[in-house]
C-alpha cells in the first residue's frame, strides 16, 4: 500500500467518524450554508458548527495551506484524495468563504508574514466573513479606472469612494478593496488595502434583483481611517494583486457550473413534473434529448475542472484559463437553470408558495443571469481567450 492509499483510507475513517450525518444532506437553501464570520450563530445549527470546528480544527476548511497559517498542509495529491473522499460521502462544504477562494490565495502570494499569520489563520477557522470592493458605478468591465481615493495621512490611508456589486457586503466583518493612491496611470496608481467594515465612514446599501433577492450591496466610504499596515504589497501596485486575485475568482465562479451536491434537481423535477414512459425513461423525447446532451457537456466540463485545479495547484496552468474555465461554467449554470424551468411547466413559475420552496426555481434562474457579469463579464473573457489562449489578432 503506498503512501497515498494509507491517507485515503484514513481520510475515510475520519470522515466517516466526524462527518455529521446532517453534513451529508442536500443543501436546501442559503441557510445550509456556512459562512463563518462574527455574526455566525453556531446554535442555529449544531451540526453545521460541529462541522466547521472539526474541519478547522484539522486544517481541512483550506487542506493545501500551510499549517503555519491554519491549514492542512497537504500536498497536491492529498488535497485531491480529500476532495474525492468528500464528494464520495456528499458532505456539505464546511465553510464558504471569499477569503479562502479570493482574498487567501493573493495573501499568500503577496502578504507580510505578519499579515498570513494574522488573517489567514482566522479565515481558516471562519472567524472573518469577507467581501470584494472591486467594481465602481464607473469602473465595472474599465476596472482600472476606478476612483475611490485613498490619500495618505501620516501612518494612515483616508479612503473616500464608492463601490457597487459588492456581495453580502452588509453581512461581511471585513472587506478586501482596490483604491487609488496615485492618478500618474491607471494600473499604477491602484493599492490593495483590508479594512473592517465596523470601521467609521463605512456603509452599505443592498440592491435589489429580479430574483427578489439582495446578495449585492453598494458600499459607500466616507473618510474612513485605514491603517498603511493593512495595505497588501507595495503602494500602487496593487493591480498586480488585484489580477492574481481575479484569476482565483474566476476559478470560484467557474465551480458553479458542476451544479451542486446530492441529488440533481434537473433530472428529478422533470421526472415529478413529467413521469416516465413504459420503458423508464422520461416521457417527453425532445426533453430527454435536450437533458442528455446538457449531461454530457457537464461531465465533459467536470472532468476539465479537475484537470484545471491539478495544473492550478501545480502551477502549470495557462495564465488565462480561469477566463475559459469562468466563462464556459457559468453558461453551462445558466444552460441547467433553463432546463430546470422548461421541465417544470407552469408549476416553475410559482413565485411564494411552501409547494415551491418560495419560488426556488424562479428565482435561482433569475440569479443565474448575473452570471454572465459577474468576475468579469463574458465579452471581457472571450477577448481574454481569444488574444491569450487562441493568439488571435486584435
Not at 465562479?253 to 415529478?272: D, H, K, R, T
Amino acid at each position: 500500500m503506498t503512501d497515498l492509499d494509507t491517507f485515503r483510507s484514513d481520510t475515510r475513517a475520519w470522515l466517516a467518524e466526524n462527518c455529521p450525518p446532517e453534513m451529508r444532506e442536500p443543501v436546501r437553501s442559503d441557510a445550509d450554508v456556512c459562512w463563518g464570520g462574527r455574526s455566525y450563530d453556531p446554535t442555529a445549527n449544531p451540526a453545521q458548527a460541529r462541522w466547521l470546528k472539526v474541519m478547522g480544527e484539522r486544517g481541512w476548511t483550506v487542506p493545501d495551506w500551510p499549517k503555519a497559517y491554519g491549514g492542512g498542509g497537504l500536498s497536491a495529491a492529498e488535497t485531491k484524495v480529500l476532495r474525492e473522499e468528500l464528494a464520495a460521502i456528499r458532505a456539505r462544504n464546511p465553510l464558504n468563504s471569499f477569503g479562502i477562494s479570493m482574498l487567501g490565495p493573493a495573501l499568500l502570494k503577496y502578504g507580510t508574514e505578519e499579515q498570513k499569520l494574522d488573517y489567514l489563520t482566522k479565515i481558516a477557522r471562519g472567524e472573518i466573513r469577507w467581501c470584494q470592493g472591486y467594481s465602481e458605478p464607473n469602473a465595472g468591465s474599465d476596472l482600472a479606472g476606478l476612483a475611490s481615493s485613498a490619500i495618505s495621512d501620516g501612518d494612515d490611508y483616508v479612503i473616500n469612494g464608492q463601490k457597487v456589486w459588492t456581495s453580502y457586503a452588509d453581512k461581511a466583518d471585513w472587506i478586501f478593496c482596490l483604491v487609488r493612491t496615485s492618478k500618474e496611470s491607471k494600473q499604477g496608481g491602484i493599492s490593495f488595502v483590508l479594512f473592517d467594515m465596523a470601521s467609521e465612514g463605512v456603509s452599505t446599501k443592498p440592491i435589489l434583483l429580479i430574483s427578489g433577492y439582495s446578495p449585492f450591496c453598494e458600499t459607500f466610504m466616507d473618510n474612513v481611517r485605514v491603517p498603511k499596515s493593512q495595505r497588501v504589497y507595495e503602494e500602487n501596485k496593487g493591480w498586480d494583486v488585484a489580477k492574481y486575485l481575479l484569476g482565483h475568482e474566476r476559478e470560484m465562479i467557474s465551480g458553479m457550473g458542476l451544479g451542486g451536491q446530492g441529488e440533481n434537481p434537473l433530472v428529478a423535477g422533470a421526472i415529478a413534473t413529467i413521469g416516465l414512459d413504459h420503458d423508464g425513461r422520461l416521457a417527453d423525447p425532445m426533453l430527454r434529448a435536450q437533458i442528455a446532451a446538457f449531461e454530457v457537456r457537464a461531465k465533459a466540463f467536470r472532468s476539465m475542472s479537475e484537470r484545471f485545479i491539478d495544473e492550478l495547484k501545480a502551477g502549470k496552468a495557462h495564465p488565462a484559463q480561469p477566463s475559459m474555465m469562468k466563462y464556459f461554467g457559468t453558461e453551462l449554470n445558466k444552460s441547467r437553470h433553463e432546463l430546470i424551468m422548461v421541465a417544470g411547466g407552469s408549476d416553475a413559475l410559482e413565485w411564494e408558495s411552501d409547494r415551491s420552496n418560495g419560488g426556488g426555481a424562479p428565482r435561482a434562474w433569475l440569479r443565474t443571469k448575473a452570471n454572465s457579469i459577474e468576475g468579469g463579464t463574458s465579452e471581457v473573457q472571450l477577448n481574454i481567450i481569444a488574444k491569450r489562449i487562441l493568439e488571435l489578432p486584435s
